[in-house]
T-cell receptor, first 115, second 110 residues
Framework: NAGVTQTPKFRILKIGQSMTLQCAQD?????MYWYRQDPGMGLKLIYY???????DKGEVPNGYNVSRSTTEDFPLRLELAAPSQTSVYFC??????????????FGEGSWLTVV | TQLLEQSPQFLSIQEGENLTVYCNSS?????LQWYRQEPGEGPVLLVT?????EVKKLKRLTFQFGDARKDSSLHITAAQPGDTGLYLC??????????FGKGTRLHILP
């Protein structure tokens, strides 16, 4: 039961470095999402995708980029990492729009520290 | 901007006690979900409530959606250490955008 798989689990970046957080789901879900969760805060949507080749900005997209070349994968790219991007990142997916009655499945999270 | 306010932020109680946590907004939501998140893991869906006034039970957990669909509560009966975690409510607005609250961090003492 893989579900939503994120890598890496933990990463320390220096200011200005770049990296990609990987996300894969094996449930054939069309909809995928990237959230960040800061201490004491709720989940904030960074980017989402409604299907392969289609992505859109969420609430806090600045400093990030995404791509969706396949249904299964939805990587999140951080360019020029900044301390403000220190957070826990969650990838999620759902079969149809995250609306009434539909379940969103979350990965286990990626802890990122920018120093 | 639609907001979901959760209260209390933190709650620490003894095993066996009852508790209620709240999720409030000034806006109407088409539906609302409750998630539990354990340390080092992602949130896991507990329940979705859709109809105003709806009550759903999940073993010792009782979820209620307010009549006006602006608020919700989660009541836990006879809390157990396994109930420890971060409880998040999430509401769906008319555009089907999901909005998360900041969560209530619950700690059950054995």
């Amino acid at each position: 039961n893989a579900g939503v798989t994120q890598t890496p689990k933990f990463r320390i970046l220096k200011i200005g470095q770049s990296m990609t957080l990987q996300c894969a789901q094996d449930m054939n879900h069309n909809y995928m999402y990237w959230y960040r969760q800061d201490p004491g805060m709720g989940l904030k949507l960074i980017y989402y995708s409604v299907g392969a080749g289609i992505t859109d900005k969420g609430e806090v997209p600045n400093g990030y980029n995404v791509s969706r070349s396949t249904t299964e994968d939805f990587p999140l790219r951080l360019e020029l990492a900044a301390p403000s991007q220190t957070s826990v990142y969650f990838c999620a997916s759902s079969y149809s729009p995250a609306k009434t009655g539909n379940t969103i499945y979350f990965g286990e999270g990626s802890w990122l520290t920018v120093v | 901007t639609q907001l979901l306010e959760q209260s209390p932020q933190f709650l620490s109680i003894q095993e066996g006690e009852n508790l209620t946590v709240y999720c409030n907004s000034s806006s109407v939501f088409s539906s609302l979900q409750w998630y539990r998140q354990e340390p080092g893991e992602g949130p896991v869906l507990l329940v979705t409530v859709v109809t105003g006034g709806e009550v759903k039970k999940l073993k010792r957990l009782t979820f209620q959606f307010g009549d006006a669909r602006k608020d919700s509560s989660l009541h836990i009966t006879a809390a157990q250490p396994g109930d420890t975690g971060l409880y998040l409510c999430a509401g769906f607005n008319r555009d089907d955008k999901i909005i998360f609250g900041k969560g209530t961090r619950l700690h059950i003492l054995p």
